[in-house]
């Protein structure tokens, strides 16, 4: 077969290809999202979970779609077009990049919201706000922001308009370079955080609550009610760690593919997945060694949501000596960390409009900004206006509702049909081309791919949907006391 080039370019190096995808691989999610939803599941059971599918499925399936990416050199539409005629396979393939586009919409729309968050910090902190501020009064700061929908509709169209301009100016002008030095910045930041962290008299108690495991609460959900703590059967802890495992290593939805296409043929495709995720899972648990010991320190919930960080990290820099500036820092390195993945959450739908529309990167990553700015009005609402429960579907905010669907389903399902095509419907001649790996190794990726990736989130997603499970949860709830002493958990 003839190489296929890019008509968007490439990138300059190997470097550079690692720079950009760990940065669209490092973001709100280990910062923001990680912890918070830690929190929310209990800890140690719930972080070995996500660590195992970063490890059997994340891993292999990044490798598939870089992999996959780099042969077609296209958008994730029409490289899994192409890549399925190759192979004489049907022209459905496609449709892995179709639901990428629009997990990338969901995606990005809530994302900009919060990122607006991260900006709105940066004034706060850089005003001097936070110093010397308790559990209380950024309670009330934070409060006193997400409920006005005014202030975050005007960060949200910012973070958008700054995502556009770099997408429109192309990948390689703005953002290499950015990213070149922000990353390691903020990286020792998070390890400043971590002294901070171990000098609160609780740094192992949030050394427990990250990595001691209970395994009841991967199978138990349980919440207060009327002062009695009523728990049910519930797969969606499993659920939402394999989730996030997608999430944060921006797979199951054409991102990486993208990245992929633009990558030097000469590349190590394996050696460069494994430092990625392996930068991606450390900085994401630095952050929870961070986050947890102040938030015990403070009294404060682990499982306060998504407002968690925003909550706790500016009780430490109002703290200790330089906060000041150091909490600046922080926000604005945040806002840089969100920012390099969120174009990586519009390249693959700019790319596809400029192959197939014939637009430039301009107007396509203006059309693209635009409607994703919409469809974000609903997760600003979603914290203030239309908070309430007249305005829940199954229970959860319009926010909730994308981020669960995105992360937890469309993700999952992208990456499981990336996994079988890449294992059974490619020609083991064309990945083993691509890849060219020991043969070892090789075998290794194959078998993870052919059987077990597939098998895991398959599983998963049927553990965390069967019907059985459901009536499971009903027939426990109406018999709540008796099942939790029966259960033992109180
Ligand atoms: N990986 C990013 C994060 O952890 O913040 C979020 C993300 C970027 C998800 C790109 C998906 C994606 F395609």
């Not at 999610?29 to 994340?58: D, Q, R, S």
């Not at 429109?168 to 990213?179: C, I, P, Q, T």
């Not at 309430?388 to 049909?417: C, H, Q, S, V, W």
Request: glycine share 12%.
């Amino acid at each position: 077969m003839t190489e296929r080039q890019s008509i968007h370019g490439q990138w300059s190096s190997r470097l550079v290809f690692i720079l950009a995808a760990t940065g669209s691989a490092v973001g709100l999610g280990n910062i923001w999202k990680f912890p918070y939803i830690t929190g929310e599941h209990g800890g140690g059971a719930f972080v070995i979970v996500y660590l195992l599918c970063i490890a059997v499925v994340g891993i292999p399936i990044m490798m598939a779609e870089i992999m996959l990416g780099r042969r077609g050199r296209q958008s994730p539409i029409n490289t899994m077009a192409d890549l399925s005629k190759e192979e004489g396979a049907n022209g459905g393939w496609s449709l892995i990049g179709w639901s990428g586009v629009l997990a990338g919409f969901f995606i990005l729309s809530y994302y900009s919201v919060i990122a607006g968050w991260a900006l709105a910090y940066v004034v706060r902190a850089g005003a001097g706000t936070f110093t010397g501020v308790d559990a209380a009064g950024i309670q009330t700061i934070f409060n006193d922001l997400i409920s006005d929908p005014e202030r975050v509709l005007a960060w949200h169209t910012l973070f958008m308009l700054m995502s556009m301009f770099v997408v429109a100016k192309g990948v390689k002008a703005g953002l290499e370079k950015a990213v070149t030095y922000l990353m390691p910045a903020l990286f020792v930041l998070l390890i400043v955080l971590v002294g901070y962290a171990m000098n609160t008299g609780y740094f192992v108690q949030g050394l427990e609550f990250l990595f001691t495991p209970d395994f009841n609460k991967l199978i138990y959900e349980c919440e207060v009610v009327a002062g009695l703590e009523q728990c049910e059967i519930s797969g969606s802890p499993v659920l939402v760690a394999l989730g996030h495992a997608f999430f944060t290593l921006s797979l199951g939805m054409g991102a990486i593919m993208v990245y992929g296409s633009y990558m030097p043929k000469k590349t190590s495709i394996a050696g460069s997945a494994v430092l990625i995720a392996g930068l991606d899972t450390m900085v994401a648990l630095v952050a929870g060694m961070a986050i947890f010991p102040i938030v015990f320190a403070n009294g404060l919930e682990p499982g306060a949501g998504p407002g968690l960080i925003f909550q706790t990290l500016p009780i430490a820099f109002g703290a200790m000596p330089g906060g000041h500036f150091f909490g600046t820092l922080f926000f604005v390195l945040l806002v840089f960390a969100a920012w390099s993945s969120a174009i990586s959450l519009i390249e693959p739908a700019v790319a596809w409009l400029v192959e197939n529309r014939n637009m430039t990167r301009i107007r396509a990553s203006v059309w693209i900004g635009l409607t994703t700015w919409v469809l974000g009005l609903g997760s600003v609402f979603s914290f203030n206006i239309w908070s309430g429960d007249e305005f829940k579907l199954f229970d959860r905010t319009f926010f909730d509702l994308l981020d669960y669907l995105a992360a937890n389903i469309m993700l999952p399902l992208g990456g499981l049909l990336i996994a079988i095509f890449s294992g059974w419907i490619m020609k083991t001649a064309a990945s083993q081309d691509e890849f060219a790996m020991r043969p070892a190794g090789y075998k290794f990726w194959w078998n993870l791919i052919r059987y077990f990736s597939p098998l895991a989130v398959i599983a998963v997603l049927v553990y965390a949907n069967i019907p059985l499970i459901k009536g499971l949860k009903v027939l426990l709830t109406s018999s709540m006391i008796s099942s939790q002493q029966v259960i033992g958990i109180v």
